[in-house]
């Protein structure tokens, strides 16, 4: 396959309708717009969601939902990640360097999933009450 060679599938692109061309054509006189009003008009359209003055419904249901700014600066870590790091020491630098947290990440958290195998220092780093426990049942310990 070439790039010189790549076609639209048959009926993919349809020919646009010509209308205005008279009576002979089904597109002549009105062109399909119906007779008066608004719509036949050029430039007779209002807004997208528009019900002739009533309360639109996507005005009329009620807003839910919520989207933290917050949540796009911090990151969970599992606790069986913590074995494929390199080193003893443990922070923010080394998760961002080995691409366990993404690299605008300001806030981390370990939190307990799976098991630890290895004994580490775990430096700047928010962790869980029960990846507490299995850090220092590993042999490593947990600092502020």
Known sequence: MFLNT????HGARKKSRRVGRGIGCTMGKTCG?????Q???SGGFHKVGFEGG???LQR?????GFTSHKARFSSEVRL???NYLTGDVIDLK????ANVVPIFTKVARIIKSGELTRSVIVKGV?????AKESIEAAGGKVEA
Do not use: C, F, N, Y
């Open 54 to 56: 009533q309360m639109p």
């Open 80 to 82: 069986s990640e913590l």
């Open 126 to 130: 928010k962790v869980t009450a029960g």
């Open 94 to 97: 080394v998760l961002i360097d």
């Open 6 to 9: 790549i076609k639209a599938v």
């Open 33 to 37: 717009r119906g007779h008066k009003g």
């Open 39 to 41: 719509k036949a008009r």
């Open 60 to 64: 009329r249901l009620p807003k839910i």
